[in-house]
């Protein structure tokens, strides 16, 4: 069955992740802007600043700090996505889409799970060794 963009509580956040840096804005289920903010790329910082969104799915990009930052989140009761840049342009630029194809487009509607990748199941559904 295919989840919804959208967290448990309706919302998703995008997070672009830097060194020192992580810019973080926030959807409603209809795709609808809440809000966005800055935040330093540190543990603590990252934990208060998506304190007010319990619960919420969480979409970053793979890069050398998504391993760290998606096992705190998902610790911390979030729902984690981190998505592969290369499977989601793909998607994204494919002239063969259709309806029944899953879409990364944050407030779609649709599947993003086969654009993105899960730290349980290792990165882009392939077995971690």
């Known amino acids: 069955m295919d989840k919804d963009i959208t967290g448990e509580l309706g919302i998703t ?57 998606s096992r705190q989140l998902k610790k911390e009761g979030f729902e984690v996505i981190v998505a592969n840049p290369r499977r989601v342009r793909l998607i994204a630029e494919s002239d063969r889409k259709s309806d029944s194809r899953p879409s990364c487009t944050a407030g779609s509607g649709r599947s993003a799970t086969a654009c993105c990748c899960s730290p349980e199941t290792g990165w882009c559904g392939r077995a971690r060794s």
């Open 13 to 69: 956040i995008g997070m672009d992740v830097s060194d020192r840096f992580t810019e973080a804005f926030a959807i409603d289920n209809h795709g609808e802007w809440i809000e966005s903010w800055r935040m330093p790329t540190k543990q603590g910082a990252l934990r208060d600043g998506l304190s007010r969104y319990p619960g919420a799915r969480v979409v970053l990009e793979v890069g050398c700090h998504s391993p760290w930052i």
